[in-house]
């Protein structure tokens, strides 16, 4: 373990400062430094480091990055910036369509190419139009972010937490698209109210204009038809990784350009990155470093729904500005999977280490692009950057959270939950009912138990089901808090009850015969052997 945060911290201050003064070795070499030591020392054999790489998400990378690549040469994002950027009129109105396109487009494809691809265009309509570029190249990188969080393409970090969690397409983007809207809102709002100076002109002298776009009318089809087909395959069900690789392969074969060209457009640096971070993390993981992590971080399983989405959103948050949010990611899965995996806790993983990249100027690629980018003519200072970024990211962060709180409660009030009614055996008890919160059916289920799920509310159940009914025997070493354990036979009837068993507990609970059900229930349920269980709304057990 000693090695391993020795090499996992040599890895993340290479990550972190991005470059060290004189010492040539940036994020991309810095990963892979940290991969070859961790194989070197010992840490990981070499079979175990191959192995440890994710070639999914690295597929999925590569796959839209040819695509985009393809976009790019057929002219699409440069006729698209000019289409929409010079209809405007207003400062206002400038400003809100740099703001939407960069952000619908950063949601298609990924938010660098679009900072990359839309950044000259904005300074040359700037340099037109004789008004401050700041507002424009700040409404570019904020809201290229803030787009980007809202799809599970937008951003590399996204990319990752769609191959991990497994949410599908449509269920990522409905449940963040709203977040991305208030975002938009809020960048717009605040860089409105900074530069209420330079965006106070009513209307402006002349319409902009752009050069016109070298577009190749047949190259240009042919992509935007693969890339809805690989949206429509994503949105299917179909793996991420496959059908992208899919669409990069569609438009090799049928593009009419030069493979060497649109091979020299992937950004190999991040492949390498990604390969580099996915053999240290699985370093730090073996070595026992990941747990030890994941303790000192707090257990919030035992919170309510909206303090888990905040606390997670703090530390990601906090995690993605000292390490970058792809390392941040890869650092929290784990943490996650701790707190039982749960769909809601990865999107707020992806919402907030997105939203967080808009905090400083270096929090996030993109932000770096349009900086570099528009060197020549105006320099982004940190301060600068900082006095939009720090604004808009704590407003859209807790506007986020609170978006995915209310969906919470939306889905929990929508549906409708399987109970469980008890009659109790001793006269005169009053009968009791329960609301399932949760299904535990496959064997993999039932190992988890209550590991990463929230505290049982009072009148609050976990259903256990055991089909045929066999003997079984329950533990309390992965649950926090005190519960009821209720053994019901196949008839419906209570056979034992393990009441206030205690948390962490090495215990163990036998059911005393062959059960159907078990039932756990926050402690003090005053259920009893004897009583009569019935069911309403279950679903045929797998």
């Known amino acids: 373990m000693l090695t391993a945060t020795v090499i996992f911290l040599i890895t993340y201050l290479f990550i972190g400062l991005r470059q060290i003064p004189r010492v040539h070795i940036d994020r991309p070499a810095g990963a892979l430094v940290g991969a070859v030591l961790m194989v070197v020392t010992g840490v990981l054999t070499l079979d175990e480091a191959f192995a440890a790489v994710d070639l999914h998400t690295l597929l999925l990378l590569f796959g839209m990055m040819v695509i985009t690549v393809y976009l790019r040469i057929a002219g699409f994002f440069e006729l698209m910036a000019g289409r929409i950027i010079t209809h405007s009129r207003t400062p206002l109105q400038l400003l809100t369509l740099v703001s939407l396109s960069s952000a619908v487009l950063s949601a298609l494809f990924v938010n660098d190419t679009i900072c990359l691809l839309f950044t000259p265009i904005v300074l040359e309509v700037a340099l037109q139009l004789r008004v401050n570029p700041m507002p424009y190249l700040l409404a570019l990188a904020t809201s290229s972010n803030i787009g980007s969080v809202m799809t599970i393409t937008g951003n590399p970090q996204n990319m990752l937490i769609g191959i991990y969690s497994r949410v599908p397409y449509l269920p990522f983007f409905a449940a963040l698209v709203p977040v991305a809207a208030i975002g938009l809102v809020v960048s717009i709002a605040v860089i409105r109210l900074i530069y209420r100076g330079d965006l106070a002109k009513t209307r402006f002298d002349h319409q902009p204009t752009v050069p016109a776009p070298v577009v190749d009318r047949r190259l240009l089809i042919l992509s935007l038809l693969v890339c809805a087909g690989v949206l429509v395959a994503f949105s299917a069900g179909f793996p991420y990784s496959l059908s992208a690789a899919a669409g990069g392969v569609a438009l090799m074969l049928l593009g009419g350009v030069r493979t060497e060209r649109v091979l020299e457009g992937v950004d190999w640096t991040l492949l390498l990155f990604f390969a580099g971070l996915f053999i240290v993390m699985r370093g730090v993981e073996a070595s026992g470093l990941a747990g030890k992590i994941i303790a000192w971080a707090g257990d919030l399983s035992g919170v309510p729904p909206l303090a888990r989405i905040a606390g997670l959103s703090v530390l990601s948050a906090a995690l993605s500005n000292v390490v970058s949010n792809v390392p941040a990611v890869m650092l929290l899965k784990s943490f996650i999977e701790s707190l039982g995996g749960e769909r809601v806790l990865w999107l707020t993983l992806a919402m907030s280490s997105t939203l967080a990249g808009n905090l400083t100027l270096i929090g996030s690629v993109a932000n770096l692009i349009v900086a570099q980018q528009a060197r020549k003519r105006v320099e982004i200072g940190f301060l600068e950057y900082l006095r939009v970024g720090a604004l808009v990211t704590v407003i859209t962060i807790g506007a986020g959270i609170l978006v995915l709180a209310a969906e919470i409660r939306l889905a929990e009030a929508a549906a409708d939950r399987p109970a469980i009614s008890v009659m109790p055996a001793k006269a005169g008890a009053a009968a009791r009912s329960f609301s399932v919160v949760l299904l535990r059916e496959t064997d ?99």
Request: aromatic letters at 12%; one cysteine or more; hydrophobic letters at 40%.
């Open 444 to 542: 993999e289920e039932k190992a988890q138990g209550l590991q990463g799920f929230r505290r049982l509310r009072e009148n609050e159940a976990a259903l256990f089901f055991f089909r045929p009914p066999q003997q079984v025997t329950f533990w309390m070493a992965s649950v926090s808090y005190p519960i009821d354990i209720v053994f019901v036979d196949q008839q419906g009837m209570v056979i034992g009850v393990a009441d206030h068993c205690r948390p962490g507990g090495a215990e163990i609970y036998p059911s005393g015969g062959p059960v159907g059900w078990v039932i756990e229930t926050a402690a003090g349920s005053g259920l009893a052997p004897g009583d009569r269980i019935s069911f309403t709304g279950l679903p045929s057990p797998r």
